[in-house]
């Protein structure tokens, strides 16, 4: 019996590549996390808003991008700015319906600007790939643009003659001197980055300025868990005036460590105010230990100075 | 010691306008952390049984957490907890509590007491009120009274538990004197009836023979003035609620009605009637003497103090149709404060001096609403087919008035934010209630 050796060597070179595969990419065991870590549920816009900045720019500036000063309400001026751009629009809005019929008779030298304003009509330009007799014309579309238009006749043509597909593939040839024509005529979509003033280097976005909003999410969930143990009973008309300072300090557990201190309490009845205090006291207390904190920011939320008001109870 | 300087620190910083921004890690807190109730939430409360002196107190001490439950609740600012939720059973209130098995009902205050028979017959009423989170006693008292007199021990333990809890008197150790009406409605009999403010041991002042209306009781408590309907003219009477005397107060041509006392008791400001028009006098209730206080071709009446005796309020058609004026209590100067659609009578002065509650009258409805002593800030508490006639408690964060839908007046409770609207129970039909200040 003969063997061809090459088979052999093939075989031999084969389990050679896959025994070593198997070795080096043995599966490792995963190791459980030491500990649960902290999620918090954000939203879009948030998550948005902490990861603002650019990928290549510069680490930490101080500085945000803005190339343009900001004016005075810059929401209602984006606005503004996307309305005109639609003025644009419009005058291909109308053309849907003629622009199939041209391509296939004129403009097939020019496969680009069909394709960059309407993308959607590529099912057409392929079935009029038949047309013979429409690839004489698009060598005249090539030297003056302004006679593609005129012509909308040749849907029935189209359809009437089958034959060469082949040459639309010709058409794609790309011709340096028509680059203008497929650029994007709209005005810039792009809206310029507005500051109080003007900074031309981009970066990742600032170290501090981005940490509220960090502190935010967890910060929100600290002021609900309080809320919802902070009942004080009072049935004044003057409640929007009282307001109590308390300050508290956390152990990394969430529990409060020492007794929460009253700083300030200021309101109408001096009466009423303590023993709003108290009751406020009373709800953070309650509702430890606030163990949803983020161990890995203890350092933001160890010590808190908070202010209890009543002014949702008118 | 650190900690001290810490809070020195902070006060120095706080005292000289810094703010906490140079404090190192503290700088994330440059604002303070705010935090407003979502919406109001009355405070949860455990109020187990009072544990009986002896064996003989169970009756006793069962009724006194009955009436001081229903009081805290009825307030609106408080919702004691169902007694089927405790775990902990209290049998000795000098032992603290278990406070992890009232944390775990949610109670934010625990109030624990005992009721004795004393070997002199007397009762003995204890309590304390513990915070449940911090395991402090907040406050802690014993009473010792006439056995009869068990229902003033748990208003007065009520008013100190509110009082602890809100930094505000309580108005549970008070009374109410209104005009009872029983019978068909054009043979309505009518008599003054005096009740404790939750509506219990009622008692009859007069019998019904004579058309009684718009009791008031003095700021001691021990007299009330009123209208009545005798032979003659309606008089202005004077009922002294311990002896059981009445006088007539002062002996004026025409009709007198509407009265009201002075904050000192010692006079009695009402209208007197002259041909079509009616203006305010003052008596003095010593020296028998009469002011006059106005002087105008009008209707003026239902005048009101304020709590300092300086101003007084009360109800005028000079300008047209019925406003609320305000004027200084020795006359003159009258200033329209009410400029609503609609009428506005019966202006009551609150009891802390910064509201006037009145009725309105407009666009087919009855409304009982507080303003401003200046006319601003108005606010309609409650409207309907007939309300009137409001009278504030004595902490003036409550007001009683009348309502009749129908077949007869009942009288109802509602706070002066408009929230907590509560029928009072009475025998009856009940009208025109006047709240007393409170007793202790």
């Keep these: ?314 | 010691m650190t900690k001290a300087r810490h809070v020195s620190r902070r006060g120095f910083m706080m005292a000289t306008g810094m703010t906490f921004a140079a404090l190192g890690s503290r700088s994330a807190w440059a604002q303070r952390l705010r935090i407003d109730p979502q919406e109001f939430q009355p405070l949860p409360i455990a109020i187990p049984n009072f544990v009986p002196g002896t064996g003989a107190d169970g009756e006793v001490s069962a009724g006194v957490t009955q009436v001081i439950t229903n009081n805290l609740k009825r307030s609106g600012l408080f919702a004691p907890i169902d007694p089927a939720a405790f775990i902990e059973r209290i049998t000795n209130i000098d032992q603290a509590p278990q406070f992890q098995s009232w944390k775990a009902i949610n109670a934010q205050a625990l109030v624990t007491g005992r009721v004795t028979r004393q070997g002199d017959g007397r009762l003995k009423g204890e309590f304390r009120l513990w915070e449940v989170a911090s395991g402090q006693q907040l406050a802690g008292q014993q009473y010792v009274t006439s056995p009869e007199y068990w229902r003033r021990i748990s208003h007065i333990i009520s008013d100190q538990i509110y009082e602890r809890l809100t930094g505000e008197k309580g108005y549970f150790d008070s009374r109410v004197v209104f005009v009872d009406e029983t019978g068909a409605k054009e043979r309505r009999v009518k008599r003054l009836a005096i009740m404790d403010q939750d509506g219990a041991n009622v008692h009859y002042l007069t019998k019904g023979t004579d058309l009684v209306l718009t009791p008031r009781f003095s700021p001691s408590t021990q007299e009330i003035t009123y209208m009545e309907f005798g032979q003659g003219d309606p008089r202005v009477y004077l009922y002294n609620i311990e002896t059981g005397q009445r006088e007539i107060v002062g002996n004026f041509p025409g009709m007198s009605f509407s009265p009201r006392f002075s904050p000192d008791g010692q006079r009695i400001i009402m209208s007197l009637q002259q041909g079509g028009n009616s203006n305010l006098f003052v008596m003095d209730l010593r020296s028998k003497s009469t002011t006059r206080l106005t002087d105008t071709p009008a209707i003026d009446t239902s005048p009101s103090y304020s709590p300092d005796g300086s101003r007084l309020c009360f109800e005028s058609d000079r300008g047209g149709k019925p406003q609320i004026y305000v004027m200084p209590a020795q006359g003159g100067g009258a200033q329209r404060i009410s400029f609503g659609e609609g009428s506005y009578s019966t202006p009551v002065w609150s009891p802390r001096g910064d509201f006037i509650a009145f009725t309105k009258q407009g666009g087919g409805e009855f409304a009982i609403g507080i303003m401003k002593t200046d006319g601003s800030g108005e606010r309609i508490l409650t409207s309907g087919f007939h309300n009137e006639g409001p009278t504030f408690a004595p902490n003036g964060r409550v007001v009683m008035f009348f309502r009749d839908i129908g077949p007869g007046p009942a009288l109802f409770t509602i706070d002066v934010n408009g929230r907590n609207e509560q029928k009072v129970p009475t025998p009856g039909f009940a009208s025109d209630p006047a709240w007393s200040p409170l007793l202790s």
């Design chain 1, 1 to 314: 019996m003969k063997v061809d050796k090459t088979i052999v060597a093939s075989a031999a070179l084969h389990v050679l590549v896959i025994g070593w595969g198997l070795v080096s990419f043995s599966a490792r065991s995963l190791e459980a996390p030491p500990e649960a870590m902290p999620i918090d549920i954000i939203s879009s816009d948030q998550l948005a808003k902490m990861t603002a900045g650019l990928k290549t720019g510069e680490k930490d500036k101080p500085k945000p991008l803005a190339e343009k000063v900001a004016e005075a309400k810059p929401v209602d001026d984006a606005v503004g700015k996307i309305t005109p751009k639609q003025e644009v629009l419009t005058s291909t809005a109308p053309q849907p319906p003629p622009k199939p019929e041209e391509k296939p008779v004129e403009k097939k030298p020019d496969p680009p600007k069909p394709v960059a304003e309407k993308p959607k009509e590529e099912p057409k330009p392929v079935e009029k790939k038949p047309d013979p007799p429409k690839v004489d014309p698009i060598a005249e579309a090539l030297k003056s643009e302004e006679a593609k238009k005129p012509k909308p006749t040749p849907k029935p043509e189209a359809k009437a003659a089958p034959p060469q597909p082949p040459k639309p593939k010709q058409e794609r040839t790309f011709d340096q001197s028509k680059i203008a024509a497929l650029l994007d005529k709209r005005d810039p979509a792009r809206q310029a980055i507005a500051g109080p003033t003007l900074n031309q280097t981009s970066s990742l976005g600032t170290h501090a300025g981005n940490a509220d909003a960090i502190v935010a999410t967890w910060k929100s969930a600290f002021v609900g868990a309080v809320r919802r143990c902070f009942s004080f009973p009072y049935n004044g008309q003057d409640s929007d005036q009282f307001e109590v300072d308390i300050d508290i300090q956390l152990r990394r557990d969430g529990t409060v460590a020492s007794a929460p201190v009253i700083v300030a309490v200021r309101g109408p009845s001096r009466s009423v105010g303590v023993a709003m205090a108290e009751s406020a006291k009373r709800a953070i207390e309650q509702c430890q230990a606030y163990a949803f904190l983020p161990k890995d920011q203890y350092d933001t939320w160890k010590y808190i100075p908070m202010t209890f008001g009543l002014k949702e109870l008118l």
